[in-house]
């Protein structure tokens, strides 16, 4: 830093530095006659400097006793001071960990009401490296650690921050709106990372996660940088559970509430998982396993990595189609693959990317839900789910999509409505919500799409390990249940009695897909997200589409 000639100095700050400095060394409030005495003022400037610190919250005036003392502002700002301190002393541990692993830049970034700003680094070991962001000001919508920070904030906050900053936010062509950067926003927050390739700094890519606190708000972000050549979006993506775990143990360690990861092993009591490889494709989320019409390929995605995946069953080529936003569910039709998203639900040409039908999008007004699973029945109509990005209790609700793009809401009050399906004489329908932990089932009316009369059909217990998410039904009208944080799928008869259970190679398979008569197999798709690195060392097919034998 340079060094400030004496003489440039403001002697009127310092004169008010000194009131503060004084009001804080003493136990008693004062009056003007001690504060001037204290400190040698006259009586004009002690008045007037009490009066501009009174206005800034520094200084509190007690009109009974005609006395001042240090203001509330000064109690936020040491507080938030030690708060830097508790963060630096939970975060940089981890920090260390990081850098020992990966030898890049690793970052700690604060919000500040402005964005956010750097407070901590460890410097790369690498010949080429950055400057020091010490002290500079992030890069809220361009950089990684950034759009960690601000991804969770509420919707509010948020929107508050991107209209005072609206040509810097849309500025680099990278969103043409404040929709679409919302949209990836939603994604940094629900996957739990960001990646940042050029966008901050050119050649230079990173990977941040955020640290929250007690109450699950952002506090704070650790980031890790480096040069392009080794950074690609590959490797970014492989790192990002890394940091998580990081931020996680800094958030544990400052007495946050993070997310929980998955670290518990493979129940003892399941037996050695039979499987047949189909693609090891290492899924954030992947979802939505769907066969196409012609039975040539099977459709999936990955929500949180947004892909769209076709596997050839006769090739066993499995093909990728990224795409821009979170895709939640999948489902082949006559007209083209149908496509939920953060911007609505679509018909779309796969192989294109081009988008030929809208189908519309019935919670547009409410920006703080997204959309979850869905399934089409065997009249064409679209039902999806939808729940709050905070998983708020009660929030989501169950549509149905007519083939004319007519929306119906069928159920409201439900939490994270997931996987559903049809009894084989379709007067049955499923769903299951996975925050309440059970499948429900409904009386189907087909002629005219209605549903009534909802009963629980499978109920977990609080001794049961896992939740349901997705599921299929078989030719037969068993019910195939994906077991999230349980390691296995469950067989179970159309009146809710468990039949079977087969255990899977990673802890969260996510959706079934059940092949009839031709194949007589069970795939199931899965996710790696929040998964422990240690289960993921042991269980690298997390994330993969497999195939079970029914028998």
Known sequence: MTEVPAKTRSATLAKGLQILSFLGSVSEPQSLRQVMDGLGMTKPTAHRLLAT??????????????????????????????????????????????????????????????????????????????????????????????????????????????ESEK??????????????????????????????????????????????????????????SGSSQRLDRNTLHRLGPAVIEATRLASLQAGGAPRPVSSAPMPANLPEPRFDILADVQNLIGESPVRSLDGQ????????????????????????????????????????????????????????????????????????????????????????GSLAFNLEKGAGSLYRIDPDGSSHAMESGLSLPNGMGWSRDNRTMYLIDTADRVVFAYDFDE???????????????????????????????????????????????????????????????????CLDEDYDKVIVSSARIRVSNDLLQKFPLAGGLIALPKA
């Not at 999936?300 to 069953?313: E, G, K, M």
């Not at 030929?356 to 959309?371: D, V």
């Open 53 to 162: 610190l009174i206005d800034h919250g520094m200084v509190r005036f007690d009109s009974d006793g005609n006395t001042y003392r240090p203001g509330m502002r000064l109690f936020e700002l040491s507080r938030q001071v030690w708060q830097d301190f508790d963060l630096r002393g939970s975060a940089v541990p981890e920090m260390q960990k990081l850098h020992a692993m990966t030898g890049e830049t690793i970052s700690l970034a604060i919000p500040t009401p402005d964005g956010g700003v750097y407070i901590d680094e460890l410097q790369s070991s690498h010949h080429l490296r950055e400057q020091s962001r010490i002290g500079q000001r992030v890069s809220k919508w361009n950089s990684a650690i950034g759009k960690a920070l601000v991804s969770g904030l509420s919707y509010d906050e948020r929107v508050r921050l991107q």
């Open 167 to 224: 040509t810097q936010t849309v500025s680099n062509g990278q969103y043409t709106d404040l929709s679409e950067l919302n949209h990836h926003l939603d994604l940094v927050n629900a996957r739990g990372y960001a990646i940042d390739l050029n966008e901050d700094v050119q050649g230079i890519s990173s990977v941040a996660a955020p640290i929250v606190d007690h109450r699950g708000i952002t506090v704070a972000a650790i980031g890790l």
């Open 297 to 384: 390929f099977i459709y999936w995605v990955d929500i949180c990595r947004p892909c769209i995946f076709a596997h050839d069953l006769t090739t066993k080529e499995t093909s990728r189609y990224p795409q821009k936003e979170m895709i939640t569910a999948i489902s082949d039709t006559k007209r083209g693959l149908l496509v939920a998203g953060l911007s609505g639900i679509r018909i779309m040409d796969l192989p294109t990317g081009q988008t030929t039908t809208t189908l519309g999008n019935p919670e547009a007004h409410k920006p703080t839900n997204r959309f979850n699973d869905g399934k089409c029945d065997n009249r064409g109509r679209f039902w999806i």
């Open 447 to 513: 002629q005219s799409g209605g549903i009534g009369n909802r009963r629980p059909l499978i109920e977990f217990d609080d001794g049961c390990i896992g939740s349901p998410d997705g599921m299929d039904i078989d030719v037969d009208g068993n019910l195939w249940l994906a077991i999230w944080d349980g390691w296995r799928v469950q067989k179970h008869a159309p009146d809710g009695k468990l039949l079977a259970q087969y255990s899977v190679p990673f802890p969260r398979p996510t959706s079934c897909l």
